[in-house]
């Protein structure tokens, strides 16, 4: 029989092959016990307390990964920070040869006190396949096509990419990302890791019936703090030719996905390259076509109409198919309007989808929009008779409010 013993502990671990830093259990760990470098993600064993909350919102799997250790050999952020996979799984065993066993429980769900992105998909989104290529064996895509989709005339270099997987199997759905690995090596030798996209395009291809999908990038050039850098990835896709093979793992991402059944209302809150997951759920609903009467309600902030990624055929989407609502903040002469401006005009109209168990909410973009987008929502179920609190927590609990801001 296995030992309980004080002295063990079943230390949490990132697997650093299939993490594809997003950041989003660092975000996430309510007691910060996740901390990275500009490689690696790492769990601080002495902090951990494995309440579960980073498990289930990882995209990919790699946070779920579970060692029994006795403290003493717990491993250390310098040995995590140095890993390009994890080491292999070997239990402590006592005196007597037998499995120690950890005292400190796993708990895989931790209510959140504020209501917040749901970590189930709505019910009647399509099942979705994940993790199909890793790290160690990616798909390999060829670039059908490289456009830019901001205007000439802006900073903003923002691009259409479309990857084609010819006759390899990699099936997608509207919500979900890949991972591009860039080729070459870090500053320090060794290979690039994969950088996380929202698929643009629909599940049926960006062309109706190819085995293609579509990315929409944004050429770094700054960091957060305005300082120049040369983002690794995203000036590796837009700068490729047609014809060029791209490295991809995934696909990723089980609950920020569509509902499928007739009726089922989109409301999409999104600004710049957020909008990505929005044009391919438009997308897909504008081929379904009258087979699908829910509402569409698009929330779209960019800086000005130049640097808003899609503009021309957004515009030329039917009126009565999608209710558009841009907000742009320097536009020349204008008052500045973020989304959350755009979201109180519409009050009643939001309030109305809000109300109906068949409308699904996402927002994508800057992580700076979440709160005021949040405030908005409450603000507006509160001039409508509708408890913001309530509405939040039955849209969390049946998959219909997902949130993916960075
Ligand atoms: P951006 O052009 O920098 O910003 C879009 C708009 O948001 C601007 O009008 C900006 O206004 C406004 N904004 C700034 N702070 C705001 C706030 N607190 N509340 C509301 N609006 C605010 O956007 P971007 O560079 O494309 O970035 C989009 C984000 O989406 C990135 O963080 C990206 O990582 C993320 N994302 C990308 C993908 C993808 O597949 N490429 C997928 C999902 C998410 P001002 O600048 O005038 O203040």
């Not at 395009?201 to 770094?220: A, I, M, W």
Request: proline share 7%.
């Amino acid at each position: 029989m296995n030992a309980p013993l004080p002295d063990v502990l079943k230390q949490h671990l990132i697997d650093p092959e299939i993490c594809i830093r997003c950041n989003t259990c660092e975000d996430i760990c309510p007691v910060d016990a996740i901390e990275h470098d500009s490689r690696n993600y790492v769990v601080k064993a002495d902090v951990c307390n494995a309440c579960g909350a980073c498990i289930s919102p990882c995209p990919t799997g790699a946070i779920d990964n579970w060692r029994l250790m006795l403290k003493v050999d717990a491993f250390s952020l310098a040995d995590q920070y140095s890993w390009d996979e994890l080491p292999p799984d070997q239990p402590p065993l006592d005196a007597a040869g037998e499995v120690l066993v950890a005292e400190q429980p796993v708990v895989l769900e931790q209510l959140q006190d504020e209501p917040k992105s749901s970590r189930r998909a709505p019910w009647s989104a399509a099942h979705p396949y994940v993790n199909l290529y890793g790290q160690q064996q990616p798909a390999v895509a060829t670039v059908a096509g490289n456009y830019r989709v901001t205007g000439e005339d802006c900073d903003s270099d923002v691009h259409h990419i479309v990857l084609d997987f010819g006759t390899g199997f990699f099936p997608v759905l509207e919500g979900q990302s890949i991972g591009v690995i860039p080729p070459g090596t870090d500053e320090k030798g060794r290979a690039h890791y994969a950088r996380q996209y929202s698929i643009a395009s629909p599940r049926d291809g960006e062309r109706p019936g190819y085995n293609n999908l579509s990315l929409t990038v944004k050429r770094v050039t700054t960091d957060h703090a305005g300082k120049p850098v040369r983002g690794v990835a995203s000036n590796y896709l837009c700068d490729l030719k047609k014809g060029d093979a791209v490295q991809v793992i995934g696909p990723f991402g089980n609950s920020f996905l569509m509902p499928n059944h007739p009726g089922s209302n989109l409301l999409m809150i999104c600004t710049g390259t957020g909008s990505a997951p929005m044009r391919a759920m438009t997308e897909h609903r504008r081929r379904e076509g009258a087979r699908n009467t829910g509402r569409l309600m698009l929330f779209f902030g960019a800086r000005t109409q130049a640097e808003l990624p899609y503009f021309g055929p957004l515009m030329k989407l039917p009126k009565d198919f999608i209710d558009v609502n841009l907000a742009l903040s320097r536009a020349p002469g204008e008052p500045r309007r973020y989304v959350q401006d755009r979201l109180r005009e519409r009050s009643a109209d939001v309030a109305a989808l809000l109300k109906s168990a068949d409308t699904c909410l996402y927002v994508c973009g800057l992580r700076g929009m979440e709160a005021g987008v949040l405030d908005a929502l409450r603000d507006i179920c509160a001039a409508h008779g509708l408890d913001w609190g309530a509405t939040a927590q039955a849209m969390q609990a049946e998959g219909r409010i997902h949130l993916e801001t960075y």
